[in-house]
């Protein structure tokens, strides 16, 4: 069974009179524990198709299951409970919470989601931040570190909360090359171990390169599937 299936997914903007076209009869599944880019130019989607899989968006139309569970039925509320529990989310400009140490960035959503007691909270936090390095750094401000240590702090807490999906729009976009490739590394660990499933929205090489599926969007549309076997040898399967 698919974690992620979409049958004929379209959403349509209204601006005023005008009708956009962000998406039309997107039809995909997606695996537990794969590694997946969506790619395509600026405005092609991408964002978009995050956004309903992550259940910040609904569809104009179609259908959309994450996890076996039609999302594109739930209101503001089962949204937002659903994401809690089942989808951790990386941005491109982080989302830290300034006036919140790394630590409590971290635990923030196991206290406002998931309600988790204070002895697992420790346990969860600490074990992430050391698995992104930073436990030297917890109880520091944001603004007091690099670009690179916020983006492996944005990590640890979309992993906090044990999910099974990863949406991570542009991630790497601010990071420099060593920074970007130490968070790839550390995102393909968690795959790994914790058999959680990565979708990225991407202009990134790295990323890309990393992918083990790669959707191609233009206009809205999605017009190629590529199953990446290994990094010298690529099988295309054209949708």
Do not use: W
């Amino acid at each position: 069974m698919a974690l992620i299936e979409l049958n004929k997914v379209s959403r349509v903007y209204e601006m005023g009179e005008t009708s956009i076209q962000a998406l039309a009869d997107i039809n995909l599944d997606i695996e537990q524990q794969t590694f997946v880019s969506f790619v395509g130019p600026s405005g092609s989607g991408k964002t978009t198709l995050l956004n309903l899989i992550g259940c910040l968006d609904k569809p104009s139309s179609g259908e959309i299951k994450v996890n076996d569970v039609r999302v594109n039925e739930f209101n503001r509320k089962d949204a937002a409970v659903f994401r809690g529990t089942n989808i951790g989310f990386i941005f491109q400009n982080f989302n830290l919470l300034p006036v919140l140490t790394v630590y409590e960035n971290v635990e923030y959503p196991l206290i406002m989601v998931q309600s988790i007691a204070e002895k697992e909270r420790r346990k969860r936090v600490l074990k992430y931040l050391e698995a992104v390095s930073m436990t030297d750094q917890k109880d520091k401000y944001p603004s007091q570190i690099s670009g690179g240590q916020k983006q492996r702090v944005a990590v640890a807490r979309a992993l906090v909360t044990d999910p099974k999906l990863v949406l991570a729009d542009e991630p790497t976009a601010n990071l420099d090359h060593k920074s970007a490739f130490k968070v790839i590394e550390l995102m393909r660990q968690m795959q790994r171990e914790l058999k959680t499933t990565f979708i990225f929205s991407t202009h990134d090489p790295k990323i890309v390169k990393e992918a083990e599926i790669i959707y191609t969007l233009e206009d809205g549309r999605l017009v190629n599937k590529e199953l990446v076997t290994n990094p010298d040898n690529q099988a295309k399967d054209k949708n």
